[in-house]
Every structure is written in C-alpha cells, then in structure tokens.
C-alpha cells in the first residue's frame, strides 16, 4: 500500500507540474493569462465569475475543511452536479479530495498568488478511471470558482466551492 501510494504521489507530481506549465503557455498563446494583471481578459457566459473578478484584489490565503461544490459540465448555466471536497494543507502543497455521487477524486495543487493549479486523479472503485486539472481561483478565503478539464475532455466545466466547516 505505501509503494501504491508513493507512486500515485509521484505520477500526481509530475502530473500538476506539467499542467501547470502548460496552462501557463496557453494563457501566453491565447491572450487570456490570468497571471498577468495587464493582458485583458475575455469572459464567456460559463465562466464569467472566473475570469471577470478583479486580480489587483487578490486573494491569497485558502481556509482548510470543507467546501460545497457546485460543478457545472461545458455550455452549462445551471449546476449539473453537486457534491463535497475537503481541502487540507501540507506543507507548501493543498491536498484534495472529492466525493460527488459515488465519485471519489483526489488531486494535490499548488497555490501561487490566488490561483489554485490542481492535478486529480479518480478513482472511484480503487482504480484509475480517468486524470484531469482544475485551476481554482480564489475570490474570498472560503470560496473558489474553477475550471476544470479531464484528459479525455475538449471543453472545460467549472466549478464553484463554498467553504461549509473544518
């Protein structure tokens, strides 16, 4: 079990930090980097809370416990599914885990300024189902909006976490 949960560490690892490059270039290629205050930012309607909350007010602390979720799948203006994730530091890194239905997730991300980059992994039944990144930007200490991708997806969803307890 501990060289199971080494290598699941490991590919999570690599994983978030090879996401987080690449959404970094993919903000420099389309013009819609978030980390940069003087590049505008184009909203569309399923992200709009996402890309049009002001960076120069940014959020950089993220309380632990946990958060409702709210997600909504791509082209969706109404909650599709709901759910719970607990959020707990450790270290430099935040480690997830979500249960929505009888999904269970677990990913780790890396805070920088307000935004949260995350790498997941589900494995719902114990095994490896699928892998995906959500990049959570952090609008108070107890809330985020996100959006996220699995790697077989083309078109990304969001999602919104409110903070419930610790």
């Known amino acids: 079990m501990d060289q199971q949960n080494t290598l699941i560490r490991l590919v999570i690892t690599i994983f978030v930090a090879s996401l987080v490059g690449a959404v970094v270039a993919l903000g420099f290629m389309v013009g819609k980097d978030m980390y940069l205050p003087s590049v505008q930012q184009v909203s569309t309607p399923s992200t709009s809370d996402y890309s049009e909350t002001n ?27 709901t759910g719970l994730v607990r959020i707990t530091k450790d270290g ?53 909006d996100g959006l996220w991708s699995s790697v077989s997806g083309n078109n990304p969803g969001r999602e919104v976490l409110t903070w419930t307890s610790l």
């Open 92 to 144: 430099d890194v935040y480690k997830l885990e979500w249960t929505i239905q009888s999904q269970s997730q677990r990913g780790v991300g890396i805070l920088e300024g307000n935004i949260l980059s995350v790498g997941y992994l589900d494995i719902t039944g114990g095994s490896l189902n699928d892998t995906g990144v959500v990049s959570y930007k952090l609008l108070s200490d107890t809330k985020l």
């Open 55 to 81: 960076p120069s007010t940014s959020v950089t602390a993220l309380k632990e416990g946990l958060y409702a979720l709210e997600g909504y799948n791509s082209s969706s203006d109404i909650p599709s599914y």
